[in-house]
């Protein structure tokens, strides 16, 4: 069996650079997941690396395929030194484990939810996983196993998360496509819903 892991942060150099920071987190029943730093400008991106390891299976399947299923890592990308992002790292880890330790498996268009601001003061417990491919082309694996995907995720304010569960991921994207919604900004307010 090929250890994708490797390969995921090959991947993940030649796409975003060289990190210039990583942690590390263990949860009790779950591979450990790290979280990888990059600096582009004035973005930072935040990339876990550790989800992929095993395939992400149906949370009814009686038993966990090894092999075969999804298999994705979260990006998360912000503007730098406008609030202290550093510490997401920790809710990124927790939702980058979700799969092993909840059994979810996480796909563009989902909504993934910590519970607590994704770092002290944020606007934001939850997130938009959106569609792969633009930041981080899918790295493909030998066959039977499906390609790692790297999704990025969008940061939603509790208001545009109960609307987007109303009205679905689609519409609330058009929504911050319309209003010139600045998604890396770490401080940013709701967008209009009315």
Known sequence: MVDVLPLVEARLRGA????DARAAVTFLGADRIEVLRFHEGDIVRYATLGMSAQPMNDPSAVLADPVEGPRAELVLSVRGGLAD???????????????????????????????????????????????????????????????????????????????????????????????????????RGSVPLE
């Open 16 to 19: 975003l650079g060289e990190p």
């Open 85 to 187: 992002t550093d510490k997401a790292l920790r809710p990124l880890a927790v939702l980058a484990a979700s799969p092993q330790v909840e059994g979810v498996v996480v796909a563009p268009g989902g909504s993934l939810d910590v519970g607590e601001p994704l770092w002290p003061g944020a606007p934001f417990s939850s997130v938009l996983v959106a569609e792969p491919g633009g930041l981080v082309e899918d790295l493909a694996l030998e066959e039977p196993l499906e390609p790692v995907r790297f999704l990025p995720l969008l940061p939603m304010t509790p208001n545009e998360a109960a609307w987007k569960r109303v009205h679905g991921a689609q519409a609330l994207r058009e929504r911050w496509l319309a209003h010139g919604t600045d998604l890396r900004d770490p401080a």
